[in-house]
């Protein structure tokens, strides 16, 4: 196995872990919800979030076991908008992770209720953490809301399904920024605050947004070139739904040398932070270079 296939598979036994005990329904009654919860989030996932999140704390010196309170919290999220985005009135995707999607497994009205109860339920277990400051806390709390709402992840969504300006490279990165950048420039700024590293927050921004855009590009080739068994999820359907993609405006040469320059800038970022940062450097190598 190698050093980062070892740290990855460290992560994912983490988050298992602590999904466990986040996920908890107080009445059997309504149990078929935390076991769709699970269903959507534990074994399964690269964890990409919670990665960036625990490893920018540690960078800045974060020595909290709490802080992957809030990675898990982060991979909730995520975990809900998977769930949400792969509904019939979104995406309609029958399979995720590799296994039917939620919506398939448990029904529509369980699959929208659990993707509701994954995101409260993440700002209840980012918000009972007792041994990082307060301050610190609120406004990690606080970056995760924006990152998760209108104004991140959901307002892109919203410019993805109505193709506000997705015609011009220009609005397809925004709406790239939004959707799939905020929350992974949220795990490297919410693991910068945790530990008292604010000064030098504009260079994880920067950082994760050079990660975030050569993420989606990857994202975009890997729906052309891509391994469907590798991937957990039908290849083309980008071509299928007719979507401008970074691929079909630029091409897939272009796209290729856009992820290496993002990969670069993202790693002269880690090296402008100093201290320990080999990790996040060559995360930002091995995400350029993923095939699922
Ligand atoms: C429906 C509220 C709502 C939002 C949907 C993020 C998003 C917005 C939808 C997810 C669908 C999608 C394919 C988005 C592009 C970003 C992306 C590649 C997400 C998948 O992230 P990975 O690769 O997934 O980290 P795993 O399964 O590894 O966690």
Redesign the pocket.
Known sequence: MSKIDGVMSYYAELLNAELNKAIIADNNDYGILAEAMKYSTID???R?RPILLLEFYKLFGGKSAEAVKFATALEMI?SY??V??DLPC?DNDDFR?GKPSCHKAYGENIAVLTGDALLTSAFEYASSVTDISPERVIKAINILASAAGING??G??VLDILSINLDTAEGLKKMYAL??GALLKSAAMIGCVLAGGDEKIEHCQRYADALGLAF?IV?DMLDVIGDESKLGKPVGSDEKNDKLTFVSIFGMEKAKQTVIDLTVDAKNCIDEIGGNGEFLKDFADYLASRTF
């Open positions: 399964g996932g690269k990409i995520h908008s998977l949400h985005d979104m992770r992840m959901v892109g969504q959707k799939t989606q994202d």
